[in-house]
């Protein structure tokens, strides 16, 4: 192999967007899972004993007699398929039709569409402190400036567009998940929904509802999407501000990558634009195959996840309660998969980390990789959607011993 002078020196003509491009704290720790001594709570991702897969089965075979399957598409997507996400959009109080609605490559895809469809480098993305990681990641290639999102921050719209321009851009998106937050767990009430959609009107900007774990409540009263109440308030989603991203990762099949976006028919128009120039489509035959599952037991099966992992959160929150030592604090979440955990001040999660895989064998995610400017040393995120109920008590009673003698 030849070495020398004249070797090409990539980081030459590397795009200065990737200056901000960073691994994935989740993907890496998602390799722990092939160790078998290791009891994770890092990986963000459902059970996979849990998957419909003889539904599935059936479903390909049944799609592979269609021709379509295996040919090109309309970047749209799947008629049928988006036929169903209407409907769908309908039952949680949004009026909307196909024409509303584009399949997407997951819900990720979409993120990574929005932040190239909204964002010019030094515009400010309005962001929860901490939020999903790989939002942060979409929008990082995009060169935002990240500003807190919390719809009881008493700044008033005209200073926050201010701060805005002095940095360069404007204010022009914010994005949340307001039902089970990825990482805290955390739900934002019926207020604060309308008090952050009254701030997105006053500053003029859209809104991105991230609804990827809205279906996986376990007690508690639903609440509307900002997607529905934007449309009760405006008369209609074609006066919506608000995008609403969904995807079957969390309830069907995550390795199908089969999601979808509902906003606005401009919006659509244009992220088609963005999906011609990408990927021109979501596989055809991933989609057919979706749509026939979720016609089939799309209902049934999200009422099997919440009897299912209701039960794991239940022991999780009981393992904390039984294991932690003072100082320690954690969300209690209505629904989704995760707890967020903050400790004392002093820690570091990263280090604890570190410490927890050596001695205890137990993974977790630091929650830094969640904070826009790196912030959260302190706080970790757990998730609960694949321990069983047994691995769950011993994982927290071996993370507590350890957080003991910090």
């Known amino acids: 192999m030849y070495v020398g002078e004249d070797v090409m020196d990539w980081t030459g003509v590397l795009a200065r967007r990737m200056g901000r491009m960073k691994a994935s704290e989740i993907r890496e720790l998602l390799k722990l899972l092939d160790q078998p001594d290791i009891l994770s709570f890092a990986g963000g991702i459902p059970d996979a004993t849990l998957f419909p897969t003889a539904a599935y089965e059936r479903a390909m075979g049944e799609a592979l007699q269609n021709p379509a399957a295996l040919q090109y598409s309309v970047s749209e997507g799947y008629g049928p398929l988006r036929a169903w996400v209407a409907d769908h959009m309908i039952s949680l109080g949004v009026p909307c039709g196909p024409e509303n609605i584009i399949i997407t490559s997951g819900s990720q895809q979409a993120l990574d569409y929005l932040g190239k469809l909204l964002l010019t480098p030094r515009d400010t993305a309005l962001v929860g402190w901490p939020t999903y990681l790989g939002a942060l990641g979409a929008f990082n290639a995009c060169e935002p400036r990240y500003a807190p999102l919390d719809p009881w921050r008493n700044v008033a719209p005209n200073e926050m567009q201010a701060e805005a321009e002095a940095a360069g851009g404007k204010v022009k998106m914010a994005y949340l998940s307001p039902d089970f937050a990825n990482p805290t767990g955390e739900t934002l009430d019926a207020s604060g929904r309308a008090r952050l959609l009254d701030q997105a009107r006053a500053l003029d900007i859209a809104v991105i509802e991230d609804g990827a774990y809205q279906a996986l409540r376990y007690n508690g009263e639903a609440i509307p999407s900002l997607q529905a109440m934007d449309v009760a308030e405006v008369g209609g989603i074609e006066a919506s501000r608000v995008i609403y991203c969904g995807s079957f990762s969390k309830v069907l099949a995550p390795g199908l990558r089969v999601g979808w976006v509902c906003a606005a028919s401009p919006v659509i128009e244009r992220l088609v634009l963005l999906k011609q120039a990408a990927d021109l489509h979501s596989p055809t035959l991933n989609q057919i195959a979706t749509d026939r599952v979720a016609r089939e037991l799309f209902d049934t099966h999200v009422a099997k996840l919440r009897q299912v992992y209701s039960a794991r959160r239940d ?3 009981d393992a904390l309660d039984r294991h932690m030592p003072e100082g320690v604090t954690w ?5 989704g998969m995760f707890v967020w955990v903050t400790l ?4 570091d999660a990263a280090e604890v980390l570190a410490q927890s895989l050596s001695s205890e064998r137990v993974a977790f995610v630091p ?33 507590g011993r350890l957080l003991r003698v910090q």
């Open 344 to 347: 004392p001040e002093r820690m």
């Open 367 to 399: 929650g830094g990789a969640f904070h826009a400017d790196g912030s959260g040393r302190n706080t970790l995120r757990l998730s609960f959607s694949c321990a069983s109920e047994a691995q769950i008590a011993e994982g927290m009673e071996r993370l």
């Open 315 to 317: 022991a999780m929150l």
């Open 331 to 335: 969300t209690r979440p209505e629904g």
